[in-house]
């Protein structure tokens, strides 16, 4: 599986940008997916998961109400809609699949197999 991840950049504090993470094959149908955050000198974080069917969505408590997982099957993406930005959120983002197939959203990094190169998103207050 291969991913790649976009739509990173620079944002005012209270602004908005939409993260894309393309995969080859038909991943997504598949497999869960998740984004997950890295700043500089900390851990990478889980963001937010969403299931190989859509059905189950989470968010860590940090973005939940401001941050929208989605994904489209037959173009093999998921997206990730960021509003209400702060500079907290500044970190490279990174979209991973999980093993195996039809398998539960984990939330530790650990469990991902494959990740994107990740896409930088800078929050200036």
């Known amino acids: 599986v291969q991913l790649q991840a976009s739509g990173g950049g620079l944002v005012q504090a209270g602004g908005s940008l939409r993260l894309c993470c393309a995969a080859s094959g038909r991943a997504f149908s598949r497999y869960p997916v998740g984004w997950f955050r890295q700043a500089p000198g900390k851990d990478r974080d889980f963001v937010a998961g969403?299931?190989?069917?859509?059905?189950?969505?989470n968010y860590a408590d940090s973005v939940k109400g401001r941050f929208t997982i989605s994904k489209d099957n037959a173009n093999n993406t998921v997206w990730l809609q960021m509003n209400s930005l702060k500079p907290e959120d500044t970190a490279v983002y990174y979209c991973?699949?999980?093993?195996?197939?039809?398998?539960?959203?984990?939330?530790?990094?650990?469990?991902?197999?494959?990740w994107g190169q990740g896409t930088l998103v800078t929050v200036s207050s």
């Open positions: 969403i299931s190989w069917s859509g059905s189950y969505i």
């Open positions: 991973a699949v999980k093993g195996p197939r039809y398998s539960e959203i984990k939330y530790s990094p650990h469990e991902y197999d494959y």
